[in-house]
């Protein structure tokens, strides 16, 4: 009896490793979960469709003020390094539709614009508060988790720290 304990032991020791490199969850260093949505231009989008390339997900809000502090930094950000950006928008937590479009039309915000109106995906990154972004390696692997609004210096910081 003592001997088949200890093989359990050692089995799972030597399997945990394994399965826990594939686990998905919202740490750094875990798989971010995949999701689609769609944009405010009806497009769909999946976090897999950037399989190979790196990625920053950034779930806000309009009616936020370090989500409206930090948008014009993103937008910065994504007309000088062209990266990969998915700016998740709680629609849920939104009047309508409308005023999300309305405030990226007001910024000028040319990234893409994901909505989450059943608020599946921030519910899925567990995201309070908010802004929170993730930032995704080439291999799905969340690099970096912050709190609040980033600045344009902190984005390419981050950004480049990964592969």
């Not at 000028?108 to 930032?135: H, N, W």
Request: glycine share 4%.
């Amino acid at each position: 009896m003592k001997i088949l304990k200890y093989v359990l032991i050692i089995s799972i020791s030597m399997f945990l490793p394994i399965m826990t490199a594939y686990a998905e969850g919202t740490e750094v260093g875990e798989r971010a979960p995949d999701f689609e949505l769609k944009t405010i231009d009806g497009q769909q989008l999946r976090l897999s469709d950037f399989k190979g390339e790196r990625v920053l997900i950034n779930f806000w809000t309009t009616w936020c003020p370090p989500c409206r502090q930090e948008m014009p930094d993103m937008q910065r950000f994504y007309q000088d390094l062209q990266p990969n950006i998915l700016a998740v928008n709680l629609t849920d937590t939104e009047m309508n539709k409308e005023q999300v479009v309305r405030f990226s039309q007001e910024l000028e915000l040319t990234f893409p614009i994901l909505l989450d109106e059943k608020g599946e995906v921030s519910k899925a990154y567990r995201i309070s508060p908010i802004p929170t972004t993730y930032m995704i390696d080439s291999e799905g692997i969340i690099r970096h988790k912050s709190y609040g609004a980033l600045t344009y210096e902190q984005m390419v910081a981050e950004y480049n720290k990964m592969e």
